[in-house]
C-alpha cells in the first residue's frame, strides 16, 4: 500500500469493511423480517381447548343465565325460565338471612386459615429440626391423611363426637366427669368447632409438607451468618426465612380460603343432611335454596355472589401474588 493512499483515506480494511457492510445489512433485515404464522401448534390444541370451554363455559354461561330467571318447579315443567332481570339479586341483598351467613361463612373461613397455616408452619419448622427417622414417620403420616378418601376422615371425626358411642365422651368419663350421651352439636360453637377442627385435619398435610418443601430450599449459610451476628431464633425466621418463604404463603393462604370458603361435604354429612339455620354456609344455603326450595335462579344468584365474595377475599393476595411473579 503506497503513502499516498493513506492520505487519501483509501485503506484496504475500509475497502474490505465497506464491501462487507451490504451483506450485514441484508443478515439485519432477514433476522428482523416478520416470521411466518404456523397454524400448526393452534391446531393441536384447539381439541382441547374446544372441550374445556364446553365443560367449563356452558355451566358458567347456565349459571350466569338462570340467575336473571325466575325458575322454579312450574318453569321446570314449562321447560322455560322467566327473565326478571336483577330481582333476584335484590331480594338476596335485601335478606337478613343472607348477610348473617355470609358473615358466619366469613369467620368460619378465617378461623380455618389461620389454624391450617399456623400448625401447618409450626409442623414444617418441626420437621427441619427433628432426626430424619422421626421426619419420615412424620412424612408418612401426613400422606396418609393426605390420601384418606374426605368421606371417611369426616366419618372417623363423626364417630369420635357421636351421641352413643363417643370416644371423646368416653375419655372425658374417665376423668371422672359426668358427660353420658352429649351431643355436641346443640350448641353451634362447639359444633363448628368439631367441623373446622376435621377441614383443619385435612389442611393440614398439604399445607405442612409445601412449607417443609420451600423451607429445605432456604441457604443455610444465610441462617449460620445470621445466627453468627448475634441473631435469635425468631430474628431469623422474621427477617430471612419469612421474606423468602412469603409468596409460599400467599398461595397456601388463597388456596386455603377458597377451600374453606365453599365447604359443604363436612357440614352436610356431620349433621345427618339436616343442617339447622344456624349451620348455614354460604354453600348450604344456596344449595338449600336451588334444591331445597327449588328456587333455582336465587340459588344461581347465590353462587355468583359467593364467587364475588371470594374474589373480594383473595385479591389482595392475588395481587401480591402477581406482583412477586412480574419481580
Not at 298 to 310: Q, T
Amino acid at each position: 500500500m503506497r503513502r499516498g493512499d493513506l492520505l487519501e483515506g483509501k485503506s484496504p480494511l475500509l475497502t474490505i469493511n465497506f464491501l462487507r457492510r451490504p451483506q450485514l445489512s441484508t443478515g439485519l433485515a432477514r433476522i428482523t423480517s416478520p416470521r411466518r404464522f404456523k397454524p400448526w401448534p393452534y391446531l393441536l390444541i384447539a381439541p382441547s381447548l374446544i372441550a374445556l370451554g364446553i365443560i367449563l363455559g356452558f355451566p358458567v354461561y347456565k349459571l350466569i343465565s338462570l340467575s336473571f330467571e325466575r325458575y322454579g318447579l312450574a318453569e321446570i315443567i314449562a321447560g322455560k325460565g322467566t327473565f326478571i332481570g336483577l330481582e333476584n339479586y335484590r331480594e338476596t341483598l335485601k335478606d337478613p338471612e343472607f348477610w348473617r351467613i355470609l358473615r358466619r361463612s366469613l369467620l368460619f373461613t378465617f378461623g380455618m386459615v389461620s389454624v391450617s397455616i399456623v400448625v401447618g408452619g409450626w409442623l414444617a419448622h418441626l420437621m427441619v429440626k427433628m432426626h430424619p427417622g422421626l421426619r419420615r414417620v412424620l412424612n408418612g403420616v401426613l400422606i396418609l391423611v393426605w390420601a384418606m378418601p374426605q368421606l371417611v376422615s369426616i366419618s372417623v371425626w363423626r364417630w369420635l363426637f357421636s351421641f352413643d358411642f363417643s370416644i371423646v365422651t368416653a375419655l372425658i368419663n374417665s376423668l371422672g366427669f359426668e358427660m353420658d350421651n352429649h351431643n355436641y352439636f346443640v350448641n353451634t360453637f362447639s359444633g363448628f368447632m368439631i367441623i373446622g377442627g376435621c377441614v383443619a385435619w385435612g389442611a393440614l398435610p398439604f399445607i405442612t409438607i409445601s412449607i417443609y418443601a420451600a423451607l429445605t430450599q432456604v441457604p443455610k449459610d444465610l441462617i449460620e451468618a445470621a445466627e453468627i451476628d448475634g441473631a435469635n431464633s425468631r430474628q431469623v425466621f422474621r427477617n430471612i426465612i419469612l421474606p423468602m418463604l412469603l409468596p409460599v404463603y400467599i398461595i397456601l393462604i388463597s388456596l386455603s380460603t377458597i377451600w374453606d370458603f365453599q365447604v359443604f361435604s363436612h357440614i352436610w354429612i356431620f349433621l345427618d343432611s339436616r343442617p339447622s339455620a344456624e349451620y348455614y354456609t354460604m354453600a348450604i344455603y344456596a344449595f338449600q335454596k336451588s334444591f331445597g326450595l327449588s328456587e333455582y335462579g336465587m340459588g344461581s344468584a347465590i353462587s355468583l355472589i359467593m364467587i364475588f365474595a371470594l374474589i373480594g377475599v383473595t385479591g389482595y393476595y392475588l395481587r401480591q401474588m402477581m406482583r412477586m411473579g412480574d419481580e
